[in-house]
């Protein structure tokens, strides 16, 4: 039975499992991941905005990680008539505490149509009138100029003379389309991004006890950024990048959209330091949204790292559209992990090497099921076997070609753990190839991250059940994920905790 969806319900969280009240006044539980899980389908708490209306200001809420390693923030401005003054402030820490420059680029933006690749995003045209560079420290200067007069010609070569001395607050027109000059290639820089937009509305429920009251969280999908630098001023995204907020509408707390909002080239914003959380790679993490990756791969993710013998399991729940309610498929892998070292290349970031052993492939759609019975025998489990809701192990058959998965292999990964301002424990995992292969060799080693996991049992946690798939409201036995809660746990654990609405 699907849990229905109502804006106000009383539900209370321990580490483990979720107590909720239902409408007809039942008291229920479930598994706190699945809890997790289950909520990122309620749908009637996301909507999302086809034409996207972009006017506005829109923000980054924290520090941003691109490919490289890039570290920098975003603040983007869109007016009625289509023009756009778009600024990136860049650091030389991933606390985006010490700027080192930034850009200052506008333009004008038209929508087109609905993309054909990326389902729920939009295409648009984009053309820059000018970009601007403002250097906040010597360093800076010297580094980007030398960049600039070494691998730019015609009009840039010497654009920065050797020895010029750093003037605070001065900017430097580096791409000028009325004069037909284009010094940024030096800098990596591109605004493909703009070439694929989507726009998301959430209502978030008050944590007052105000009849019917939400908050509306508005967040602009921009497109991705290449993971292989060479390519990143050619490459058209078909996935998104860590979205911006409306300035207006966006979550609360947030320290550093305040301060976000009211930088621009001369004042870029400087967020607090951040201490580096050391790696607990133990517990279970799920994903906090329905998240997209390159070549329109829509996915959820849940990990679960057992860190006395650095084992861990993950299922990743595939689906075919942006909101992840139409499941296509389930992988489940698992294997074991290296002990982390500290990166040298992505300050704040940890270095693991993960093994794949095992893997097991559950086809849920049609489609899934045909593809997987036509693939050659011996290549993905026993080809014709394949049922909607039949788990199959692929182990056997070193993987599956059809899903590009090989056994055994290893992956070079690169993590990192934060602390959000709500308490809540984050996992980032390094971002995924944008050409779609494996991170197999120490080179291909990610350095920017996916969006984050929420930690959703600590390392205590003691149950290690399978979620379906099928998840929303059921269990794989077919009972009622929902189960009634005995009153002397509800009073013991109602002693430990306290309530919150949602």
Same mark, same amino acid.
């Given at each position: 039975?699907?849990?229905?969806?109502?804006?106000?319900?009383?539900?209370?969280?321990?580490?483990?499992?979720?107590?909720?009240? $239902?409408?007809?006044?039942?008291?229920?539980?479930?598994?706190?991941?699945?809890?997790?899980?289950?909520?990122?389908?309620?749908?009637?708490?996301?909507?999302?905005?086809?034409?996207?209306?972009?006017?506005?200001?829109?923000?980054?809420?924290?520090?941003?990680?691109?490919?490289?390693?890039?570290? *920098?923030?975003?603040?983007?401005?869109?007016?009625?008539?289509?023009?756009?003054?778009?600024?990136?402030?860049?650091?030389?820490?991933?606390?985006?505490?010490?700027?080192?420059?930034?850009?200052?680029?506008?333009?004008?933006?038209?929508?087109?149509?609905?993309?054909?690749?990326?389902?729920?995003?939009?295409?648009?045209?984009?053309?820059?009138?000018?970009?601007?560079?403002?250097?906040?420290?010597?360093?800076?200067?010297?580094?980007?100029?030398?960049?600039?007069?070494?691998?730019?010609?015609?009009?840039?070569?010497?654009?920065?003379?050797?020895?010029?001395?750093?003037?605070?607050?001065?900017?430097?027109?580096?791409?000028?389309?009325?004069?037909?000059?284009?010094?940024?290639?030096?800098?990596?820089?591109?605004?493909?991004?703009?070439?694929?937009?989507?726009?998301?509305?959430?209502?978030?429920?008050? *944590?007052?006890?105000?009849?019917?009251?939400?908050?509306?969280?508005?967040?602009?999908?921009?497109?991705?950024?290449?993971?292989?630098? $060479?390519?990143?001023?050619?490459?058209?995204?078909?996935?998104?990048?860590?979205?911006?907020?409306?300035?207006?509408?966006?979550?609360?707390?947030?320290?550093?959209?305040?301060?976000?909002?009211?930088?621009?080239?001369?004042?870029?914003?400087?967020?607090?330091?951040?201490?580096?959380?050391?790696?607990?790679?133990?517990?279970?993490?799920?994903?906090?949204?329905?998240?997209?990756?390159?070549?329109?791969?829509?996915?959820?993710?849940?990990?679960?790292?057992?860190?006395?013998?650095?084992?861990?399991?993950?299922?990743?729940?595939?689906?075919?559209?942006?909101?992840?309610?139409?499941?296509?498929?389930?992988?489940?892998?698992?294997?074991?992990?290296?002990?982390?070292?500290?990166?040298?290349?992505?300050?704040?970031?940890?270095?693991?090497?993960?093994?794949?052993?095992?893997?097991?492939?559950?086809?849920?759609?049609?489609?899934?099921?045909?593809?997987?019975?036509?693939?050659?025998?011996?290549?993905?489990?026993?080809?014709?076997?394949?049922?909607?809701?039949?788990?199959?192990?692929?182990?056997?058959?070193?993987?599956?070609?059809?899903?590009?998965?090989?056994?055994?292999?290893?992956?070079?990964?690169?993590?990192?753990?934060?602390?959000?301002?709500?308490?809540?424990?984050?996992?980032?995992?390094?971002?995924?190839?944008?050409?779609?292969?494996?991170?197999?060799?120490?080179?291909?080693?990610?350095?920017?991250?996916?969006?984050?996991?929420?930690?959703?049992?600590?390392?205590?946690?003691?149950?290690?059940?399978?979620?379906?798939?099928?998840?929303?409201?059921?269990?794989?036995?077919?009972?009622?994920?929902?189960?009634?809660?005995?009153?002397?746990?509800?009073?013991?654990?109602?002693?430990?905790?306290?309530?919150?609405?949602?």
């Amino acid at each position: 039975r699907q849990v229905p969806f109502v804006q106000k319900r009383l539900h209370l969280c321990s580490e483990n499992i979720c107590l909720i009240l $239902s409408l007809t006044g039942k008291l229920l539980w479930e598994p706190q991941c699945q809890y997790q899980l289950r909520h990122l389908q309620d749908s009637a708490r996301i909507s999302a905005l086809l034409p996207p209306r972009l006017e506005g200001h829109w923000i980054s809420t924290g520090c941003e990680v691109r490919p490289g390693p890039e570290f *920098l923030t975003r603040s983007y401005l869109f007016y009625s008539n289509r023009l756009f003054k778009a600024y990136q402030f860049y650091y030389w820490d991933p606390s985006c505490h010490n700027p080192s420059y930034s850009l200052v680029i506008k333009g004008k933006l038209r929508l087109r149509q609905a993309s054909w690749i990326t389902r729920g995003a939009t295409e648009a045209d984009y053309h820059l009138h000018k970009v601007g560079i403002v250097f906040h420290s010597q360093k800076a200067m010297q580094e980007i100029s030398a960049r600039i007069n070494q691998t730019s010609g015609g009009d840039c070569s010497g654009f920065f003379p050797p020895g010029r001395s750093w003037a605070p607050g001065v900017l430097y027109e580096v791409l000028s389309a009325k004069e037909g000059r284009d010094c940024t290639t030096a800098l990596g820089f591109a605004m493909h991004e703009l070439s694929l937009v989507r726009v998301e509305k959430h209502y978030e429920p008050l *944590l007052q006890t105000q009849p019917n009251g939400s908050r509306t969280v508005e967040e602009l999908y921009l497109g991705d950024i290449h993971t292989k630098w $060479s390519e990143r001023l050619h490459y058209r995204p078909t996935g998104y990048q860590r979205p911006l907020q409306s300035a207006v509408h966006h979550v609360h707390p947030c320290p550093a959209c305040g301060i976000i909002y009211r930088s621009d080239e001369h004042h870029p914003p400087i967020l607090p330091a951040k201490a580096e959380l050391p790696m607990q790679l133990s517990g279970r993490w799920v994903s906090a949204h329905c998240e997209i990756r390159p070549a329109v791969l829509f996915l959820t993710r849940y990990f679960i790292f057992h860190g006395t013998n650095r084992t861990w399991e993950g299922y990743y729940y595939h689906y075919s559209d942006p909101l992840c309610k139409q499941p296509t498929f389930t992988i489940y892998a698992s294997g074991h992990y290296t002990k982390g070292v500290p990166s040298f290349i992505v300050r704040g970031g940890t270095e693991l090497a993960f093994k794949v052993t095992h893997a097991r492939v559950t086809a849920i759609d049609q489609v899934t099921v045909t593809m997987l019975n036509s693939s050659e025998p011996g290549t993905c489990g026993e080809t014709g076997f394949w049922s909607a809701g039949l788990e199959q192990d692929i182990t056997l058959t070193n993987g599956c070609l059809a899903l590009g998965i090989k056994l055994p292999h290893t992956e070079y990964e690169l993590f990192k753990m934060e602390q959000d301002m709500k308490d809540r424990s984050l996992l980032f995992i390094g971002e995924r190839p944008t050409d779609g292969s494996s991170p197999d060799r120490p080179e291909k080693r990610p350095t920017s991250y996916q969006a984050p996991l929420i930690q959703c049992v600590g390392a205590t946690g003691v149950f290690s059940k399978h979620i379906s798939p099928r998840y929303l409201g059921k269990e794989d036995n077919g009972n009622e994920a929902l189960k009634p809660l005995p009153m002397a746990f509800l009073l013991s654990l109602m002693a430990m905790q306290f309530l919150r609405w949602d």
